[in-house]
């Protein structure tokens, strides 16, 4: 029996040779292939990447089924009938509103006009996920020309005060519950201008602070966006769009009820504004400029956490200039009081 051993092959004269007939790349797959079985798997911020690799791609990429589903998915409360009427009026329509409400709003556009033109309605369509699992959908339709909503302090409550909304978040009754829903509690406030199709979300995607009632023992789980209005040295140069979700109820080791969703607007002095003025505000969110999509809940916090240091200085300033007006006062009694004294005694 005879066996044939196959000589090795020299390193310095190996090659390896790929026939062109046999070479892959992207634009030999069957569109309807990506389509069905590659784009539809990934998520908005990897569609919108893959779509500025070719041509061919973005075309796919721009597909509305795309789109309507991963908003849907992120947003379960825009499948309603009026919203999906008006984003089909968009220009680029789901696609629009993933551009607009996924990353964080910062602030006013550079050189850009104040708008004084306040929307006469507002669509609030609001999500809560906790451990990525939906626990909290819905939306409410405010108008905003009554005389009454525009002297009053802004609020928008998604929860009337006698309703809740069971979930599967325990209650331990000590600050674990609060360190848990710090980061597996997440949260979208989508605020929608129907009359001039302009979205903007207000939320951090992730609570900036967690606290416990001390007494009522109820867990406010605060989301909130920070934009610079623009007028410097006023209370409102930078306002907080604050979004507090209220937890509480079920006996201690049992399950948590939702028992307030609400935004309100407050100023740098502690001021909730009214409703004409929570618009200019919400009107500078619409047509704000958007940061990274990527970093929003670093980039949520860090906001907040300046517009606090923010708020404590102004609020040290503020007493500052106020003892020294107390003590101005104070002289001027005490020199008024030995005046008179002098006065007597000269006599």
């Known amino acids: 029996m005879s066996i044939y051993t196959q000589p090795p092959c020299s390193s310095s004269t190996a090659t390896t040779t790929v026939e062109p007939s046999i070479a892959t790349s992207i634009s030999t797959i069957h569109p309807d292939i990506l389509q069905a079985h590659i784009l539809n798997r990934l998520d908005g911020l990897s569609l919108v990447s893959t779509a500025c690799t ?7 990429a721009s597909q509305q089924d795309l789109w309507t589903n991963i908003c849907h998915s992120i947003w379960p409360s825009t499948n309603t009938p009026r919203i999906r009427e008006m984003i089909s009026r968009l220009p680029s329509g789901w696609r629009s509103l993933f551009s607009e409400c996924f990353p ?14 306040h929307p006469s309605e507002l669509i609030s369509a609001v999500d809560i996920h906790y451990k990525n699992k939906l ?11 009554s ?8 609020r928008i409550d998604m929860l009337d005060p006698k309703d809740s909304c069971p979930t599967p978040i325990p209650n331990s009754g000590s600050e674990e519950t609060c360190r848990d829903l710090a980061g597996d509690l997440s949260l979208s406030w989508i605020l929608i201008d129907p009359t001039r199709l302009r979205s903007v979300n207000l939320s951090s995607h992730k609570p900036v602070s967690v606290q416990r009632h001390w007494l009522s023992g109820e867990v406010h789980a605060r989301f909130a966006t920070v934009l610079a209005t623009g007028d410097r040295g ?23 009820h939702v028992r307030g969703v609400s935004l309100q607007v407050e100023d740098m002095d502690g001021v909730f504004l009214n409703g004409k003025a929570s618009l200019g505000v919400l ?8 940061g990274m999509s990527g970093r929003r809940e670093m980039e949520g916090r860090k906001r907040y956490e300046m517009f606090l240091e923010m708020k404590r200085e102004r609020r040290e300033r503020r007493l500052k200039k106020e003892g020294a007006l107390d003590m101005l006062c104070v002289s001027f009694g005490v020199m008024a009081l030995v005046s008179l004294g002098l006065f007597l005694l000269l006599r």
């Open 104 to 117: 964080l709003t910062t602030g006013p556009r550079v050189n850009s006009p104040r708008d004084h033109d």
């Open 234 to 256: 006023s209370a409102s140069e930078s306002v907080q769009c604050g979004i507090v979700v209220t937890c509480g109820g079920g006996a201690q080791g049992g399950e948590m």
């Open 147 to 154: 005389s009454w909503f525009l002297c009053s302090p802004f």
């Open 283 to 290: 009107n500078t969110g619409f047509e704000g400029k958007k």
């Open 54 to 60: 070719s041509t061919e791609l973005n075309s796919l």
């Open 135 to 145: 626990i909290f959908s819905k939306d409410v339709e405010t108008e905003t020309s």
